[in-house]
């Protein structure tokens, strides 16, 4: 296959499209790329999945609006963390899950970049699954986790607790290959004080595989049926 995923997604937006924009190392190449389209000619309008993107695309010399003034959106490029046979997803590792699953949810499309080494056999491979929780309840969500047989820690950046877009913590939550992905999404969501995990099951429409340095595309995958 010629060209980068990059390449390939843009392929997927038209002129007068509404887009969302993704985070995450491939996530921001993508909107870069999306930017010198625009100062080319190109027409959309563009909302973005956290505070970082929303700065990033400023500088691409795009204009994003806030997700009220544009859904549904068309189009959503965003990166993963672990993408597995079936296309469904574990995104969080760059802390804007809520905000992604969101976005992600009120659009009609949603294109996945990744490089190769995020393919995984079954979701849960590389060990961690952030959960986003309320500071309130950070300590019971844990205690819950637990009682469930998962250890957790709450992520931390200089010693402190880091704190989303949303002001909440995150969770990174210790788990190994998962064979009941829906109970366990189900389980952790029913945790008074979890606002939302970093499970995407059934949301990925299309999924761009490249390699790990360059990200030439390696592989374009899709959902059969569609979104669940």
Do not use: C, W
């Not at 959503?76 to 992600?104: H, M, Q, W």
């Not at 998962?178 to 429409?205: E, H, N, R, Y």
């Amino acid at each position: 296959m010629n060209g980068t995923i990059f390449e390939r997604a843009l392929e997927f937006v038209s002129d007068g499209m509404a887009v969302g924009l993704g985070s995450g190392r491939a996530a921001n190449r993508f909107t870069e790329l999306l930017g010198e389209r625009v100062r080319n000619g190109l027409r959309v309008r563009t909302t973005a999945t956290s505070e970082a993107t929303a700065e990033l695309a400023r500088r691409s010399g795009l204009s994003p609006l806030p997700l009220a003034e544009v859904m549904p959106l068309d189009l959503t490029v965003d990166g993963a963390d672990e993408v597995d046979p079936n296309l469904d997803l574990i995104k969080g590792y760059g802390r804007a899950l809520v905000r992604e699953k969101v976005v992600a949810s009120v659009s009609k499309r949603l294109v996945i970049v990744v490089g190769s080494e995020k393919m995984t056999p079954r979701l849960g491979t590389r060990g961690k699954l952030p959960v986003e929780v309320v500071p309130f309840a950070a300590a019971t969500v844990l205690y819950h986790v637990r009682r469930l047989g998962y250890d957790g820690r709450v992520f931390e950046t200089d010693g402190r607790p880091f704190v989303s877009d949303n002001g909440n913590y995150i969770l990174d939550v210790a788990v190994a290959p998962m064979s009941d992905v829906l109970g366990l999404q189900q389980k952790l969501q029913a945790i008074p004080g979890v606002v939302d995990t970093g499970l995407f099951l059934g949301m990925a429409d299309t999924v761009l595989v490249g390699d790990d340095e360059t990200f030439r595309m390696t592989q374009e995958l899709r959902r059969p049926h569609g979104k669940l």
